[in-house]
């Protein structure tokens, strides 16, 4: 009787190890497949534009071939958003608060940053060089470690946008990897934390789809461009918000997942040639009327916000993208995120 029992105890627990075990790859395997790029894809345009911005919310560069990394665009000692100003409590500042900033424009030769403005003399930072000990500043609330750029571009900034000698600093991301958490809001979006980026807001990529701008134009008193909306990527030739339900996104042969939608705030009302908010707080004014998210479990999290473009992680080894190159979306695609109809 013992016997019966002792094997009725094992049959027992082997019962519940082999349940746990097949749970358990169940599990791995759907998030697995989840994960896993698809075998077919549909070709939806063509990649227009190609875009990095070394410093967080100052102007652009344009190139026409760049390297994708975890981190995102690379070109040598230029990489994306890897360079951000704070002010004087390590909070970072951007064209939000301060729209002149856009009007400042980047160059990177070698490893030296220059810096030129509208009245001012151009500063040059040679990256190479920056040294001292990592500290932390904050970017929404999270720490991310930086490395101080020096007294003189931290008082070229400071005279540039607030007409005084101190009050910014700029600062660098020193690592080659991203640290950050995914925020407490996009969280229950896919976003991990190899896609976060150095200092960007939300993942290292952000795509835009120009037949999206140009529908948004038909709706505009004053038109916009992309610049309104600093994609790192702008495709040619998609229908007008079909991006909506891409779920994979692949550029020449570089493979990207969507992870969040692109949640749009007062920043795109900057005119990026001129530094003035737009005096309708257009195109958000506008966006807001027909692409805030209605889905109940999302809207939560996107508030008042509406929806334009897509922020994409790096999901094949590093690669080169360049201008011309076919863009794919994956088979089959995604049910889109429920928008308020036009």
Not at 256 to 261: E, I, L, N, S, W
Request: hydrophobic share 40%; glycine share 8%; aromatic share 10%.
């Amino acid at each position: 009787m013992l016997l019966d029992r002792t094997r009725l105890t094992y049959v027992s627990a082997a019962a519940v190890g082999a349940g746990t075990v097949v749970v358990f790859f169940w599990w791995w395997w759907t998030k697995r497949q989840k994960n896993r790029p698809p075998s077919e894809w549909r070709k939806v345009g063509e990649l227009s534009d190609l875009v990095a911005y070394p410093v967080k919310s100052l102007g652009p560069i344009r190139l026409n071939s760049m390297e994708c990394t975890k981190l995102g665009l690379r070109s040598g000692w230029l990489r994306d958003r890897t360079l951000m100003v704070i002010d004087l409590n390590g909070h970072f500042v951007t064209a939000r608060q301060y729209p002149r900033m856009v009007l400042v424009s980047p160059s990177v030769s070698g490893s030296v940053l220059t810096l030129s403005a509208p009245g001012m003399i151009s500063i040059s930072i040679d990256l190479s060089r920056i040294q001292g000990k990592g500290f932390r500043v904050a970017v929404w609330g999270q720490p991310v470690t930086a490395c101080d750029c020096g007294e003189e571009p931290a008082r070229w900034l400071s005279r540039f946008l607030l007409q005084e000698d101190t009050g910014f600093r700029l600062v660098y991301y020193p690592l080659q990897y991203p640290t950050r958490d995914v925020r407490l809001k996009n969280r229950h979006f896919s976003a991990t934390k190899e896609d976060t980026g150095a200092f960007q807001d939300a993942a290292s990529y952000h795509i835009l789809n120009e037949g999206s701008v140009t529908e948004l134009n038909t709706r505009l008193e004053t038109p916009v461009t992309s610049a309104n909306f600093r994609p790192n990527f702008v495709v040619k030739g998609a229908i007008a918000y079909e991006e909506d339900t891409w779920g994979w996104v692949k550029i020449g042969n570089v493979i990207f997942k969507t992870v969040m939608p692109c949640t749009r705030c007062i920043l795109t009302t900057v005119d990026p040639e001129t530094g003035t908010k737009n005096p309708n707080a257009d195109p958000l004014k506008t966006l807001k009327s027909y692409r805030q998210v209605m889905d109940p479990e999302l809207r939560p999290l996107a508030g008042e916000s509406p929806v334009l473009g897509l922020h994409l992680g790096l999901r094949s080894s590093s690669g080169t993208v360049r201008l011309g190159d076919p863009v794919y979306v994956g088979l089959p695609e995604d049910q889109p995120i429920l928008i308020s109809p036009p």
